[in-house]
């Protein structure tokens, strides 16, 4: 199985502030990459895929990108509405499988 | 609008079975794969299977955590998809959702299943 290495575990950043996570994967999986961002109570809500596209509805804050195996979620000035878990997901290969989950926090 | 509505979960016991139902409207149905998606409380959700869309004659993949104790299918005169679960573990509890993934994708609200005696 292919491995999704996800960090930091948690983080507690201010509002404005330029907020990066990322997703380490075990081998290569081209741009089979997605961000989801799951609020309490909620089902994930898509923010980008294939690696660097923005989906429907998000706002341009939230960008994706890749170096080699690492991918990245940067949210540029973070929101109040912003906090939550977020994950990646890779379906390059069967099993597709999630990153274990940064949660977000406003200090 | 998409809409996709999961019925169905509840309690089980171990060793159980159980069938979940995803109601699905507002885009046409059969052009799409579609997912099961399970989550335990707390932690990352765990993608259990697919069946392809029309075009690629409704054929499944499984998790192979789950393969052979469950099954996908779907009913495309009524825009519904199903996941049928046997042999069922503790280990099985979570909220299970239906999903589209990809590009345009778009879960369910969840059913919660839970596995005790």
């Known amino acids: 199985d292919i491995q999704m290495t996800q960090s930091p575990a948690s983080l507690s950043a201010s509002l404005e502030e330029i907020v990066t996570i990322t997703c380490q994967a075990s081998?290569?999986?081209?741009?089979?990459l997605a961000w989801y961002q799951q609020k309490p109570g909620k089902s994930p809500q898509l923010l980008i895929h294939?690696?660097?596209s923005l989906a429907d509805g998000i706002p341009s804050r939230f960008s994706g990108s890749r170096s080699g195996t690492q991918y990245s979620l940067k949210i540029s000035r973070l929101q109040v509405e912003d906090t939550g878990i977020y994950y990646c997901?890779?379906?390059?290969?069967?099993?597709?499988?999630f990153g274990g989950g940064t949660k977000l926090e406003l200090k | 609008e998409v809409k996709l509505l999961e019925s169905g979960g509840g309690l089980v016991q171990p060793g159980g079975s159980m069938r979940l139902s995803c109601a699905a409207s507002?885009?046409?149905?059969?052009?799409?794969?579609m997912n099961w998606i399970r989550q335990p409380a707390g932690k990352a959700p765990e993608w259990l299977g697919f069946?392809?869309?029309?075009?690629?004659?409704?054929?499944?993949e499984y998790n192979p955590s789950v393969k052979g104790r469950f099954t996908i299918s779907r009913d495309n005169t009524q825009n519904m998809l199903y996941l049928q679960m046997n042999t069922l573990r503790a280990e099985d509890t979570a909220t299970y959702y239906c999903?589209?993934?990809?590009?345009?994708?778009?879960w369910g609200q969840g059913t919660l299943v839970t596995v005790s005696s």
């Open positions: 999903a589209r993934v990809g590009i345009g994708a778009y």
């Open positions: 069946i392809r869309n029309k075009a690629n004659g409704y054929t499944t």
């Open positions: 294939s690696a660097t």
């Open positions: 997901l890779q379906r390059y290969s069967n099993p597709w499988t």
């Open positions: 507002g885009f046409t149905f059969t052009d799409f794969y």
């Open positions: 081998q290569d999986i081209g741009n089979w």
